[in-house]
């Protein structure tokens, strides 16, 4: 009996960590939003985003763990199939997350190739096309889980770093989620702001 019990916990085990040794490869494979580094300062990497098209919705609420499933659900609901085409859109990352006090906006950044005329339309009347503008950026980089106290510990060190290092912040900071909930190991979270660049 000890012995089946010990095979059990072996291969539960076993499924496990293949899991997600799976989980972590696809999420590799995922295509993601291109962008250049232009610099590495200490922890923060300064990137330049090209032009882009997104998907977003705005809900009541600003914390993080109040919004992001549902928001998750509505988008993930465009591009898997409701829109006016009944169209499959492939999933990119990261997912772009603003919090403010009342509301926050969750955006999904559509794959490239694709324009405003080509991309079908949302049954969902909250979800948004939009095109986003170039823009370059600072970014840290944090594991775990994104939590509400996570997000805000982070921001406020990338908002250190700069002032730290004389770059001037335009707008709020931003978070950017790439993994999936299920994912427990090699998790990338980063927080982002505009910034002015050269300083």
Not at 141 to 155: L, N, S, T, V, Y
């Amino acid at each position: 009996m000890k012995r089946i019990l010990m095979y059990i916990v072996v291969g539960l085990v076993v499924a496990f960590v293949g899991l997600q040794a799976w989980t972590t490869m696809s999420t590799k494979g995922t295509p993601q939003q291109p962008y250049s580094v232009l610099a590495s300062i200490g922890e923060v990497e300064i990137r330049h985003y090209p032009e882009a098209l997104s998907a977003s919705v705005v809900r009541s609420g600003g914390a993080y763990r109040e919004v992001a499933n549902t928001s998750f659900r509505s988008l993930a609901g465009y591009i898997f199939g409701g829109n006016s085409e009944g169209r499959q859109i492939a999933m990119t990352a990261p997912v772009h997350m603003e919090m403010g006090a009342d509301s926050s906006r969750m955006r999904f950044i559509m794959p490239e190739g694709l324009t405003l005329d080509s991309l079908p339309l949302p049954n969902d009347t909250r979800v948004k096309l939009e095109r986003l503008p170039a823009e370059t950026v600072a970014v840290l980089r944090f594991g775990g889980f994104a939590k509400d106290e996570a997000i805000a510990k982070h921001a406020q060190e990338l908002l250190a770093l700069l002032r730290a290092a004389e770059i001037e912040p335009m707008g709020t900071v931003r978070f950017l989620g790439y993994d999936p909930p299920w994912q427990l190991v090699a998790r990338r979270n980063e927080v982002i702001a505009a910034v002015k660049w050269p300083k």
